[in-house]
Structures are given as C-alpha cells and as structure tokens.
C-alpha cells in the first residue's frame, strides 16, 4: 500500500548513491541492521528489485516517510 511507503537514499563510502522506496517491514530490518552496524541486510522494494546492502558501507540514510506524487 502506498501509505507505507518510505523514500530512501543510501549513500555509501564510494561514493554511490542508492534511491529507491521500501515498505515499512524493510525500513525496519534496514533501521535495525544500521543500528548493529555491521553485516548485510537484504531488502525487497515493491518493485521487486532486491538489494543486499553491507551496512558497514553505508555512509548516510535519508528517510522520507511520506512520498508525494504529482500528476492526475
């Protein structure tokens, strides 16, 4: 459901960036794998695109709980 749809941006020590929108239920296991700091968590986007994110990688999040859309 859109509601619980989050924007997320990953930045990482290289320098990528990784843009993409996670249900509530990945935000979760994504939070809690940044908050060990360490290992891979796997993430499935609605769009059935999956990630395998090594956290120790990750550099910033940005989180934007509710994503607008325009158009009709």
Known sequence: MAEDLSRVELGFDSGLIVITRLEAGEWTKLEAALDAGKGVVRLEA???????????????????????????
């Open 46 to 72: 609605p769009d059935s695109t999956s990630y395998h994110v090594d956290v120790s990688k990750v550099g910033y999040v940005k989180r934007e709980a509710h994503v607008g859309r325009v158009g009709f």
